[in-house]
Antibody, heavy 115, light 107 residues
């Protein structure tokens, strides 16, 4: 069974940094695209970033380019999102999702950016 | 950026009725359109990928159709557990985008 478990969320001040992790199990992680998708409180879904299986190709939504970095460790079966220069409008539940079709999602981790 | 528009914003129907949800793209996304269901406090769940392919474990009452810029998710006979927000999403071009969602209420 596929499991994706996010961690690392919390309260951070504007301008601060946070690193999210997603631990994966139950599927061939090293052969899978992986993604981060977020959802602001009471709002819809927004794609944040994608990383190809080998980790060399990365894609970002414009609003996080230069501030967020997606990475992965195929030995540890883990996905990461390094977030810096955080803004109030980055406040959201962050989900990791696997594969090209996002058939599997984690439970999400809440990031709150507030002073 | 491909902008996805969903209609209606809210749909209120009774159990057993047919629900038809629409998703329109600002430019062609070929067949690279997916549908997700999200219930309160839960992660999204993939229903349909690439226009008409049901994801594993999805009941046959859910079906997808369309191509290019106009897509439809049909729930043939609503069950009480189908109460949720439904999002369409395109993977044809970067950035990947979602529609704003259609809320389905079961009377």
């Amino acid at each position: 069974e596929v499991h994706l478990v996010e961690s690392g969320g919390g309260l951070v001040q504007p301008g601060g940094s946070l690193r999210l992790s997603c631990a994966a199990s139950g599927f061939n992680f090293s052969n899978s695209w992986m993604s981060w998708v977020r959802q602001a409180p009471g709002k819809g879904l927004e794609w944040v970033a994608n990383i190809k299986s080998h980790g060399n190709d990365k894609y970002y939504v414009d609003s996080v380019k230069g501030r967020f970095t997606i990475s992965r460790d195929n030995v540890k079966n883990s996905l990461y999102l390094q977030m810096s220069n955080l803004r109030v409008d980055d406040t959201a539940v962050y989900y990791c999702a696997s594969g090209a079709f996002w058939a599997n999602w984690g439970q999400g981790t809440l990031v709150t950016v507030s002073s | 950026e491909v902008v996805l528009t969903q209609s209606p914003a809210t749909l209120s129907l009774s159990p057993g009725e047919r629900a038809t949800l629409s998703c329109r793209a600002s430019q062609s996304v070929s067949s690279y359109l997916a549908w997700y269901q999200q219930k309160p406090g839960q992660a999204p769940r993939l229903l349909i990928y690439d226009t008409f392919n049901r994801a594993t474990g999805i009941p046959a009452r859910f079906s997808g159709s369309g191509s290019g810029t106009d897509f439809t998710l049909t729930i043939s006979s609503l069950e009480p557990e189908d109460s949720a927000v439904y999002y369409c999403q395109q993977r044809y071009d970067w950035p990947l985008t979602f529609g704003p969602g259609t809320k389905v209420d079961i009377k």
